[in-house]
């Protein structure tokens, strides 16, 4: 079975300060994407990555793919209080149906002013 | 972008009735929709997969009979939660991936906040 460790559960900073999510499993995965979520809405895609050691930039936020694709972090610069959100990896395996995504637990953002 | 869209947004219904769950995809096609269920303060956990044409795919522990999925045309499925109980009320999330993007990627509805009473 594969499963995405994503840390940390919860995270509170103050506005301008930088944070790091990971997101870490035994299983390589085909490409990984990173959501936000907010409070009564469905997920909405940030990014998807697919190449082993790829980094892509989303303004503030810097998403990287392990070289193995067994993991990926989300980093934050300056922080907003506008980033404030659950914050959900999820990994695509091989095989299986099409599109089947493998769901970390989340990382609550919570930026204060 | 691509839009997915649920109805309703939020339902209260009483113990033992039916409630029915569409999810649109708006301006693509998909073959494939998937449902999630999240409770509070958790991430989403795949209940099915649903194929147009075809019989849903459930994951393991989901009762088939319970959450009945319908993939009736390459824009719509729909999720109808039966005989419904206070533990049934979750926020329900379907997606579908599209054609010609990235394999793996989905986009999300907006979910549907179930009550149970």
């Known amino acids: 079975t594969q499963l995405l460790e994503q840390s940390p559960q919860f995270l509170s900073i103050q506005e301008g300060e930088n944070l790091t999510v990971y997101c870490n499993s035994s299983?390589?995965?085909?490409?990984l994407q990173w959501y936000r979520q907010e409070p009564g809405e469905g997920p909405v895609l940030l990014v998807t990555?697919?190449?082993?050691?790829e980094v892509k930039k989303l303004k503030r936020l810097t998403f990287q793919f392990g070289d193995a694709r067994k993991d990926s972090s989300l980093h934050i610069t300056a922080a907003q209080p506008g980033d404030t959100g659950l914050y959900l990896c999820a990994g695509a395996g091989y095989g299986g149906s099409q599109g089947n995504l493998i769901f970390g637990k989340g990382t609550k953002l919570s930026v204060k002013p | 972008g691509a839009v997915v869209s649920q109805h309703p947004s939020w339902v209260i219904c009483k113990s033992g009735t039916s409630v029915k769950i569409e999810c649109r995809s708006l301006?693509?096609?998909?073959?494939?929709m998937f449902w999630y269920r999240q409770f509070p303060k958790q991430s989403l956990m795949l209940m099915a997969t649903?194929?147009?044409?075809?019989?849903?795919?459930?994951e393991q522990g989901v009762e088939k009979d319970k959450f009945l999925i319908n993939h009736a045309s390459l824009t719509l499925s729909t999720l109808t939660v039966t005989s419904a109980h206070p533990e049934d009320s979750s926020f329900y999330i379907c997606s579908a991936p599209r054609a010609g993007g990235l394999r793996d990627t989905q986009y999300f509805g907006p979910g549907t906040r179930l009550t149970v009473l």
């Open positions: 990555v697919v190449t082993g050691g």
């Open positions: 301006d693509f096609q998909a073959t494939t």
């Open positions: 649903s194929n147009e044409g075809s019989k849903a795919t459930y």
């Open positions: 299983s390589v995965f085909s490409s």
